[in-house]
């Protein structure tokens, strides 16, 4: 199914048949739809933005924008929760909705806190819809990086700042793996936290993860990677996004359980994440032998770097994925 | 000859009208017990599984057998992409189903739209709560109404079948 089939659904009937009115190859590149309350609908692509013209099409003037109403976002917000806050409280408190196809609906409006703590977003003003790609053998030119002088998999953590490649980079690692089609297969574990990485519907990956993956869908990292651990004796544990001291207490207690591990994180460089504490910790265990910098300076999946345990750069950059 | 068949004619007739008005009364108390049994399942599956209003609501049309017929409808309009709310959904399949309860009834029953979907687990629970209670108290009245009324539809049946025959005689 095409990217914009998986998600006109769940915009308001009227901003529905504006960008249906988009080519298919406006449709190939686009990366994010923009909504914001009184403001017009954008699209952003590889390296420009433009607006949702009123009367379809695409434009770069204001004035010919689609403004989107008070309406338009209520129905938005019904498509995208299918009139179900209750069964979403989760993704409300953390500001964003899984849609399948595993593209993301990212959220803002006021928060309410309970305790300290956000427990949910009223008055959204903002929807942002990042569209999920699969792009098959993204990670074939990488990958002979991610083993060693024995032909062994190093455990790998990618990192970038967001938009620069690493889930659909990660989901290809995953699906290399798992396949065993230019490599020895692997049984490989993924803690799917956020239903991006495969995209559970129902039980069935939307996306190929190859047939050697055993996917835990919607389960917090720290606890998905010890079930995993436990019960399905991976030889790679997948993860996306790790950031709490949780996910790097379970991250080191898998790399010294003899699995390896290919997660992801935000940061530009290995000097940001190593300024992170609950990086330092990581690094500091030597639970990562590889860590690929990757960035947009050449398009989505840039090579900035790869360098190995000790931040002792491996290979120059520039490599595009 | 002929008049013995139009006073049998009559008599079935008349009685046929009285049992269709103690049906009635006996439909509303089952679809008020499916209705039930239908909020039964949309507690489980809103609290348990913290599914879907869509896919929920067409559980708790398995469950309701054929009182399910509401819920059906108000999950496909749901689904079928037009941006309405669970509420206007709910209302809409309401007032188009042809259940055989009466207007107070419907009125419980579309009162369970307001805000549906729309507030956390608890809140929902709550709500649809009530609204089974509220269904439970209408199928003990509608209970008490067959006991009493069903029989008299029935009798009055017959009875002014036997009337009218004689009048006519």
């Not at chain 1, 942002?128 to 953590?157: E, I």
């Not at chain 1, 991006?196 to 993860?209: H, K, P, T, V, Y």
């Not at chain 2, 507690?43 to 399910?68: D, I, K, M, S, Y």
Request: charged share 20%; net charge negative.
């Amino acid at each position: 199914m095409s990217v914009a089939l998986q998600i006109l659904p769940y915009l308001p009937p009227s901003l529905r048949l504006l960008l249906a009115s988009l080519t298919p190859v406006e449709w190939k590149i686009m990366e994010e739809i923009r909504l914001n309350l009184n403001l017009p609908v954008s699209c952003r692509f590889h390296d420009n933005e433009a607006f949702v013209a009123s009367g379809g099409g695409l434009t770069n003037e204001f004035g010919r924008a689609h403004i989107l109403n008070n309406k338009e976002m209520e129905q938005c917000l019904l498509l995208l929760s299918q009139s179900s806050f209750y069964a979403l409280e989760e993704e409300l408190r953390r500001g964003y909705i899984t849609l399948p196809g595993g593209h993301r609906a990212g959220l803002c409006g006021r928060a309410v806190l309970a305790a300290g703590q956000v427990r949910t977003i009223k008055e959204i003003s903002s929807v942002n819809l990042r569209l999920a790609r699969q792009v098959a053998d993204a990670s074939l030119t990488l990958l002979p990086s991610l083993f060693d002088q024995y032909n062994k998999l190093c455990s790998t953590l990618l990192i970038s700042p967001p938009r620069a490649g690493k889930t659909t980079l990660l989901r290809d690692i995953a699906r290399q793996l798992a396949g065993g089609r230019m490599i020895e297969p692997l049984r490989v574990g993924i803690v799917d936290e956020r239903s991006e990485i495969a995209a559970m519907r129902g039980g069935i990956s939307q996306l190929d993860l190859g047939i050697r993956c055993d996917i835990l869908d919607g389960c917090p990292k720290a606890e998905g990677l010890m079930m995993l651990l436990r019960s399905m004796s991976p030889q790679v544990l997948i993860c996306d996004e790790i950031g709490s001291e949780a996910d790097a207490a379970a991250l080191i207690e898998a790399a010294n359980a003899g699995v390896k591990v290919v997660a992801s994180a935000h940061a530009t460089d290995c000097d940001e994440l190593a300024a992170r504490p609950v990086f330092a910790a990581l690094l500091h265990a030597h639970a990562f032998e590889r860590l690929v910098v990757l960035s947009r300076r050449r398009g989505p999946g840039t090579v900035e770097g790869i360098y190995d345990q000790n931040l002792q750069p491996l290979e120059a950059g520039g490599l595009v994925c | 000859m002929l008049k013995i068949i139009g006073a049998v004619l009559i008599i079935i007739a008349s009685a046929s009208i009285g049992r269709l008005f103690a049906a009635k009364l006996h439909q509303r108390q089952i679809c008020l017990s499916q209705l039930q049994q239908g909020l039964l399942a949309l507690e489980r599956e809103v609290g348990f599984a913290a599914t879907p209003l869509p896919q929920a609501l067409a559980q708790a049309a398995l469950a309701a057998n054929h009182g399910g017929v509401v819920f059906t409808a108000a999950a496909d309009l749901l689904v079928n992409g037009e941006g309405l709310s669970a509420a206007e959904a709910f209302e809409q399949s309401i007032a188009e189903s042809q259940l055989a309860i009466s207007k107070e009834d419907r009125q419980i029953l579309a009162d369970l739209s307001a805000g549906l979907g729309l507030s956390d687990c608890d809140d929902q629970l709550k709500k649809i709560e009530l609204i089974r209670l509220r269904l439970q108290s209408a199928e003990t009245e509608a209970k008490e109404q067959y006991a009493s009324w069903g029989k008299i539809w029935k009798n009055i049946g017959w009875s002014v079948g036997a009337v009218l025959v004689l009048m006519f005689i």
